[in-house]
Nanobody
Framework: QVQLVESGGGLAQAGGSLRLSCAAS????????MGWFRQAPGKEREFVAG????????YYDDSVKGRFTISRDNAKNTVYLQMNSLKPEDTAVYYC????????????????WGQGTQVTVSS
């Protein structure tokens, strides 16, 4: 397993941008599929974006496709989520997570989680 720490959350206006980072500890970071999830108050945790071990394949929930970009830098043990054209409905706690399952969107496949970072989008 890896230990994950998110950063970069905060307050943004609708239409604005934020960039989240997730720093991982451990020498096996490059072996994992990485994902971003989010959870709004009173709602289930939902998949946002995923990236395979070398960054060659990315996949997104339809609600963020075209607005969010996931990327990773294995030399820095870091995964990023660039969020553009933010909407109030993007407001949530965002979590990064690591999985040994290729291409998973199911939170149960992700065994390591960060503590989360709050993203709030005002209208």
């Amino acid at each position: 397993q890896v230990q994950l720490v998110e950063s970069g959350g905060g307050l943004a206006q609708a239409g604005g941008s934020l960039r989240l980072s997730c720093a991982a500890s451990g020498r096996t970071f490059s072996m994992y599929t990485m994902g971003w999830f989010r959870q709004a108050p009173g709602k289930e945790r939902e998949f946002v974006a995923g990236i395979n071990w070398n960054g060659g394949w990315t996949y997104y929930d339809d609600s963020v496709k075209g607005r969010f970009t996931i990327s990773r830098d294995n030399a820095k043990n870091t995964v990023y989520l660039q969020m553009n054209s933010l909407k109030p409905e993007d407001t949530a706690v965002y979590y990064c997570a690591a999985s040994s399952q290729y291409g998973s969107r199911w939170y149960g496949d992700f065994g390591s989680w960060g503590q989360g970072t709050q993203v709030t989008v005002s209208s």
